[in-house]
């Protein structure tokens, strides 16, 4: 394995497992009080910030567009609804193309993460599950936001941010990464490609190629 880097940081959904597009039509239909013209609207925040806590989101939607508050126990609930609707459909999502056996490659030489907008029980209820949480170090979701994770597992496990990579498939990752000084790979989806667009990344349709690019990776571009 090229000494270029020490830690790889995954995101879950999009990057593990083909589970954003589950995500986004269930967190466009939690809310039955919006209007179509305001689950577009609701769908549209969602998609421009993957990664983010599904409790922000929920509070976005009743400030912005139902012009009130939400409560902690109105919030609680609309959080166990949409894990019960969407559970079982993302444990039976298919990997993203590449992902099982570049897991397996990789972890024999690199120290693996997943750091998740998902709450945490949650997303290591899922990886167990599909049978990938012994190759990660450790596992992180929300309620901590993905910089603060991060900055945590890098300092207990001493790791050099310019030898770690963060892969998601979201612009909160790609700014979590640039926040904590590590460098930055991009799944990338239609509905991001805009995003990508704009932005000077590195970036790959799938990850059929990681450990190649992991290999070849000097720690001087992106």
């Given at each position: 394995m090229n000494p270029g880097l020490d830690a790889i940081f995954f995101d879950f959904d999009g990057v593990i497992l083909e589970s954003a597009d589950l995500k986004t039509e269930a967190i466009a239909d939690s809310i039955p009080e919006l209007t179509p013209e305001q689950r577009d609207a609701f769908r549209r925040y969602h998609?421009?910030?993957?990664?983010?806590?599904?409790?922000?989101?929920?509070?976005?939607?009743?400030?912005?567009?139902?012009?009130?508050?939400?409560?902690?126990?109105?919030?609680?609930?609309?959080?166990?609804?949409?894990?019960?609707?969407?559970?079982?459909?993302?444990?039976?999502?298919?990997?993203?193309?590449?992902?099982?056996?570049a897991l397996e490659d990789l972890a024999a030489d690199l120290t693996l993460f997943i750091v998740s907008g998902t709450p945490t029980e949650e997303v290591v209820a899922l990886a167990e599950d599909r049978a990938v949480a012994?190759?990660?170090?450790?596992?992180?979701?929300?309620?901590?936001?993905?910089?603060?994770?991060?900055?945590?597992?890098?300092?207990?496990?001493?790791?050099?941010?310019?030898?770690?990579?963060?892969?998601?498939?979201?612009?909160?990752?790609?700014?979590?990464?640039?926040?904590?000084?590590?460098?930055?790979?991009?799944?990338d989806t239609p509905d991001q490609r805009h995003v990508w667009d704009r932005l000077p990344v590195q970036r790959v349709?799938?990850?059929r190629e990681l450990p190649q690019i992991v290999r070849a990776f000097d720690g001087d571009g992106d």
């Amino acid at each position: 394995m090229n000494p270029g880097l020490d830690a790889i940081f995954f995101d879950f959904d999009g990057v593990i497992l083909e589970s954003a597009d589950l995500k986004t039509e269930a967190i466009a239909d939690s809310i039955p009080e919006l209007t179509p013209e305001q689950r577009d609207a609701f769908r549209r925040y969602h998609l421009e910030n993957l990664g983010v806590s599904r409790y922000v989101k929920f509070a976005w939607a009743y400030r912005n567009l139902l012009g009130r508050e939400i409560s902690d126990a109105e919030s609680r609930r609309l959080g166990q609804e949409y894990s019960r609707a969407v559970y079982d459909k993302v444990r039976c999502a298919p990997f993203v193309p590449g992902i099982p056996g570049a897991l397996e490659d990789l972890a024999a030489d690199l120290t693996l993460f997943i750091v998740s907008g998902t709450p945490t029980e949650e997303v290591v209820a899922l990886a167990e599950d599909r049978a990938v949480a012994s190759y990660f170090a450790e596992i992180w979701g929300s309620p901590s936001e993905k910089p603060d994770i991060v900055r945590d597992v890098v300092a207990r496990h001493r790791l050099a941010p310019a030898r770690s990579l963060f892969i998601g498939d979201g612009r909160t990752d790609y700014e979590a990464a640039a926040e904590t000084g590590l460098h930055f790979l991009a799944r990338d989806t239609p509905d991001q490609r805009h995003v990508w667009d704009r932005l000077p990344v590195q970036r790959v349709p799938d990850l059929r190629e990681l450990p190649q690019i992991v290999r070849a990776f000097d720690g001087d571009g992106d």
